[in-house]
């Protein structure tokens, strides 16, 4: 199996940045690609971006284009990192951020971080 766990949530005033981490562990050779998404309250969970567990092909949703970059660090066999740096950030980016995973076994984001809360004030 494969634990997520996230961190670097906070509140910050619109323009501002904040940068998210997800630390994976575990059996982290069945992930295929890694994930953020981010749910608002009242909305669906939408994805905001992915990547390869080696860290290219990455992906944005058009609404974070050109403002977050996620990126990959692999540290040693066991453990694998995923940021999200988020740059000029708006009131809309406002959301519970989930880091998520894919199995090379699956297509499916199986595995799953608890969320992290960005919230941007106006």
């Known amino acids: 199996q494969v634990q997520l766990v996230e961190s670097g949530g906070g509140l910050v005033q619109a323009g501002g940045s904040l940068r998210l981490s997800c630390a994976a562990s575990?059996?982290?050779?069945?992930?295929?690609?890694m994930a953020w998404f981010r749910q608002a309250p009242g909305k669906q969970r939408e994805l905001v971006a992915d990547?390869?567990?080696?860290?290219?092909?990455?992906?944005?949703?058009d609404s974070v284009k050109g403002r977050f970059t996620i990126s990959t660090i692999s540290r040693d066999n066991a453990k694998n990192t995923v940021l999200l740096e988020m740059n000029s950030l708006k009131p809309e980016d406002t959301a519970v951020y989930f880091c998520?995973?894919?199995?090379?076994?699956?297509?499916?984001?199986?595995?799953w971080g608890q969320g992290t809360q960005v919230t941007v004030s106006s």
């Open positions: 575990g059996n982290i050779f069945i992930i295929n690609r």
């Open positions: 998520a995973a894919s199995s090379i076994l699956t297509t499916t984001y199986d595995f």
């Open positions: 990547i390869a567990r080696v860290g290219h092909s990455p992906i944005y949703a």
